[in-house]
T-cell receptor, first 113, second 114 residues
Framework: GQQVMQIPQYQHVQEGEDFTTYCNSSTTLSNIQWYKQRPGGHPVFLIQ?????EVKKQKRLTFQFGEAKKNSSLHITATQTTDVGTYFCAALLLTGGGNKLTFGTGTQLKVEL | EPEVTQTPSHQVTQMGQEVILRCVPISNHLYFYWYRQILGQKVEFLVS????????KSEIFDDQFSVERPDGSNFTLKIRSTKLEDSAMYFC????????????FGPGTRLTVT
């Protein structure tokens, strides 16, 4: 099936450092959502991007959708220990149906003091 | 804040047994979903459900799986004859409308097949 890949798979940072995860698809995406999953928890919606080249910010988090709508990124400025978790992008593929979210492979973030 | 609830939180069953996982979506939501997540791996779509019928399903959702909305509040996932590889966390989610909208996930049911 169609895949949505994320890199890196893991990232360890010192508190205060920045963090970026990248989400890539070989096919054009209708939209992209980002979710955060804390260890032992369930995915929690962060944001949705719909337009080509769209950039949205939530406090220290910046989300981008690529011009070709095939990739996206999440950047966290000055990480804190509360940012620990796995970040998933999730996409509606243009070639897919309208009610199937395809999750990326996830990036696990660990923040050390 | 309204939330999706799931029961049980952990289910242990023997291979070949039937299990039913239960979910109560958020009351004004119209679309419901089941996902599974094998330990340490990504979240995998199983099925979406709208207006009392399956909207979409993945290759994982074979004849062993079925979903039902038996009343106005519950949404269930049944696995008829469990296999070892069905061991995973199963998440229910709901959204106001389709998957283009934010999905709210429940806390999950950990299914262990022995």
């Amino acid at each position: 099936g169609q895949q949505v890949m994320q890199i890196p798979q893991y990232q360890h940072v010192q508190e205060g450092e920045d963090f970026t995860t990248y989400c890539n698809s070989s096919t054009t995406l209708s939209n992209i959502q980002w979710y955060k999953q804390r260890p032992g928890g369930h995915p929690v919606f962060l944001i949705q991007l719909v337009k080509s080249g769209e950039v949205k910010k939530q406090k220290r988090l910046t989300f981008q959708f690529g011009e070709a709508k095939k990739n996206s990124s999440l950047h966290i400025t000055a990480t804190q220990t509360t940012d620990v978790g796995t970040y998933f992008c999730a996409a509606l593929l243009l070639t897919g149906g309208g009610n199937k979210l395809t999750f990326g492979t996830g990036t696990q973030l660990k923040v050390e003091l | 804040e309204p939330e999706v609830t799931q029961t049980p939180s952990h289910q242990v069953t023997q291979m070949g047994q039937e299990v039913i996982l239960r979910c109560v979506p958020i009351s004004n939501h119209l679309y419901f979903y089941w996902y599974r997540q094998i330990l340490g791996q990504k979240v995998e779509f199983l099925v979406s459900f709208y207006n009392n019928e399956i909207s979409e399903k993945s290759e994982i959702f074979d004849d062993q799986f079925s979903v039902e909305r038996p009343d106005g509040s519950n949404f269930t996932l049944k696995i008829r004859s469990t296999k070892l590889e069905d061991s995973a966390m199963y998440f229910c989610a709901s959204s106001v409308r389709g998957a283009v909208y934010e999905q709210y996930f429940g806390p999950g049911t950990r299914l262990t097949v022995t």
